[in-house]
């Protein structure tokens, strides 16, 4: 089955300054990356996401970049504010199987710090 | 609407005790899943259903069971709960497009202690 691995498991950041959360996968097939936020006690809520057809995407401040050749993809935030501060996961999805749903493999998160 | 909806939002059971954890959603979603959340270990995916009628299992199914009777609620059971199955629980839902993958959507999550 899919394997995600994300890094770092925490990043401290100043406010205003860029953070980069990398994330590599292991089945060739996956198609569909999602990213969530997660403030602490909430659920996960979905900031963005790219679908293999793409390289790149933004949206404001957050973009995410996909290397379907070296299998890894990346959360950039750009003039980080105190706000961004939450554990954020990556996950993977390949195709369905007979019978099957699409499934979700997530990374182990990332503790995000944002410091005033 | 209210998107996908939890309950009980927190529990304390003793082990041994079975109880029903209860998911709703009302975006009329194909799919649902259960996920358990435990600290450093993201999210781990316990059992989903493709449809009304239908189950199967995830990554960590053991100890759980799980019914789908319509389309809208998906229960997750614990027949003889264990202080390994102390948790965050959580419920996802999206629409069903084969080729390519939809956003879950979460519900606000069950907090369960097994004492």
């Known amino acids: 089955g899919e394997n995600v691995e994300q890094h770092p498991s925490t990043l401290s950041v100043q406010e205003g300054d860029s953070a980069v959360i990398k994330c590599t996968y292991s089945?060739?097939?996956?198609?569909?990356f999602p990213w969530y936020k997660q403030e602490l006690g909430k659920r996960p809520q979905l900031i963005i996401d790219i679908r293999s057809n793409v390289g790149e995407k933004k949206d404001q401040r957050i973009a995410v970049t996909l290397n379907k050749t070296a299998k890894h993809f990346s959360l950039h935030i750009t003039e980080t504010q105190p706000e961004d501060s939450a554990v954020y996961f990556c996950?993977?999805?390949?195709?369905?199987?007979?019978?099957?749903?699409?499934?979700?493999?997530f990374g182990s998160g990332t503790q995000l710090t944002v410091l005033p | 609407n209210a998107g996908v909806t939890q309950t009980p939002k927190f529990r304390v059971l003793k082990t041994g005790q079975s109880m029903t954890l209860l998911c709703a959603q009302d975006?009329?979603?194909?799919?649902m899943y259960w996920y358990r959340q435990d600290p450093g270990m993201g999210l781990r995916l316990i059992h989903y259903s493709v449809g009304e009628g239908t189950t199967a299992k995830g990554e960590v199914p053991d100890g759980y069971n799980v019914s789908r009777l319509k389309k809208q609620n998906f229960l997750l059971g614990l027949e003889s709960a264990a202080p390994s199955q102390t948790s965050v629980y959580f419920c996802?839902?999206?629409?069903?497009?084969?080729?390519?993958?939809?956003?879950?959507?979460f519900g606000d999550g069950t907090r369960l202690s097994i004492l």
């Open positions: 996950a993977a999805s390949p195709p369905i199987s007979s019978g099957s749903a699409r499934q979700l493999t």
């Open positions: 089945d060739s097939a996956s198609n569909y």
């Open positions: 996802a839902s999206s629409y069903r497009v084969d080729w390519v993958g939809q956003p879950q959507h």
């Open positions: 975006m009329n979603h194909e799919y």
